[in-house]
């Protein structure tokens, strides 16, 4: 979508929007806040995105049929800067995409903190940010999570799901390998740290392909793994059961470790 479209949404929600800004001057510099509130319709088995650029993000799903986004700026020393870094929303049909847009000069001091709520039958497109962790908790459904300085996890889920950091550790707790959703995958799911670690935990019985490989780091699996071809120091190539979806495990400095997922309560 073209910046035009963006600036059209951003200004057919301007009246329907709750803004509240409040300072805070509970430590030295002053801190600003700017809390971005609003909901939109989304079907079970509907598409859900998200890109950030500071700050966190962290999605749960519920057993509601709409996105609830809380999205916090907060700015240091000057309050203006609030206004200039925008939250556009395109939600249609079955799609809600979300964006944090930054004036393009540097400079400007704002981090956007987001909590969103999906209906936990979810395909998460890409859900990302660049400064911060991306955390996910309780979703079935499939889709790609990603972040450059920051860790990324998710809980309580199940599915097919893609996970890649640059600096940070990733976590995988998967209960079921099936997605309920429609899934346009090619190749197989990637979990990628390159100064971090990685940790998949899956059902006990789980079949799957894993194709294992770290520069400076270690592996181990709580789960009986056949190997299938070579195998060395750095990695392998395996079958947990009766094999199935492949999981493409890789890290420069840091463990891999396959773990058995425990029971949601």
Not at 82 to 95: F, S
Not at 96 to 116: C, F, L, M, N, Q
Request: glycine share 12%.
């Amino acid at each position: 979508m073209d910046n035009q479209s963006w600036r059209c949404k951003l200004g057919m929600l301007a009246g329907v929007l709750v803004i509240l800004t409040v300072p805070s001057w509970a430590e030295p510099g002053r801190v600003f806040d700017e809390v971005f509130e609003q909901t939109y319709p989304l079907p079970f088995g509907g598409r859900f995105a998200l890109g950030n650029v500071n700050g966190t993000v962290v999605v749960d799903g519920w057993e509601r049929e709409e996105v609830e986004v809380r999205a916090v700026k907060t700015a240091r020393n000057d309050p203006a800067e609030l206004q200039r870094v925008q939250i556009a929303v395109d939600a249609q049909g079955d799609r809600v995409a979300i964006r944090t847009i930054y004036p393009k000069d540097d400079g400007i001091e704002v981090s956007v903190d987001y909590r969103v709520r999906v209906p936990y039958r979810v395909l998460l497109e890409n859900v990302q940010t660049v400064n911060g962790a991306v955390r996910v908790r309780r979703v079935e459904g499939a889709g790609t999570l990603r972040t450059v300085n920051g860790n990324v996890e998710l809980l309580d889920g199940a599915g097919l799901f893609s996970a890649r950091t640059t600096n940070g550790n990733i976590r995988l707790d998967l209960r079921s390998l099936r997605a309920p959703v429609s899934v346009p995958r090619e190749g197989p799911l990637t979990l990628e740290a390159i100064n971090g670690s990685i940790v998949l935990a899956l059902p006990a019985g789980a079949g799957a392909h894993l194709d294992v490989r770290s520069v400076n780091g270690d592996f181990h699996s709580e789960l009986p793994i056949v190997v299938e071809g070579a195998m060395d120091a750095r990695g392998l190539r395996g079958r947990l059961g009766g094999g199935g979806i492949e999981f493409r495990l890789r890290t420069v400095n840091g463990g891999i470790r396959v773990v058995t997922a425990q029971p949601s309560i």
